[in-house]
């Protein structure tokens, strides 16, 4: 005896609304010591200078193989601060 085909009872419905993305939240320590804050406060301190020295060294190369003008660097940094002032 055939056996029959029955429709499937789950039927896959078509969502409208779409899930919004999860924010990225930070794990924070509150054991964190005073010590522990500072010391990575002095890293910190360290390493900007050299971070931000790297950032305009890339600029100049990029100017100067002509993948971008000052201008469009200038436009990239007012971008940048708009989405910050949100």
Same mark, same amino acid.
């Given at each position: *005896?055939? +056996? !029959? %085909?029955?429709?499937?009872? %789950? #039927? /896959?419905?078509?969502?409208?609304?779409? !899930?919004?993305?999860?924010? $990225?939240?930070? #794990? =924070?320590?509150?054991?964190?010591?005073?010590?522990? +804050?500072? $010391? *990575?406060?002095? #890293? +910190?301190?360290? *390493? +900007?200078? @050299?971070?931000? /020295? =790297?950032? $305009?060294?890339?600029?100049?190369?990029?100017?100067? %193989?002509?993948?971008?003008?000052?201008?469009?660097? =200038?436009? $990239? #940094?007012?971008?940048?601060? @708009?989405? @910050?002032?949100?």
């Amino acid at each position: *005896m055939p +056996l !029959k %085909k029955t429709p499937s009872r %789950k #039927r /896959s419905k078509a969502t409208t609304q779409k !899930k919004k993305p999860r924010r $990225a939240t930070a #794990r =924070r320590t509150p054991n964190l010591a005073a010590g522990d +804050l500072d $010391a *990575m406060a002095e #890293r +910190l301190d360290m *390493m +900007l200078p @050299e971070v931000m /020295s =790297r950032i $305009a060294a890339v600029e100049h190369m990029m100017i100067e %193989k002509k993948l971008c003008s000052h201008t469009d660097l =200038r436009n $990239a #940094r007012r971008f940048i601060d @708009e989405q @910050e002032s949100w």
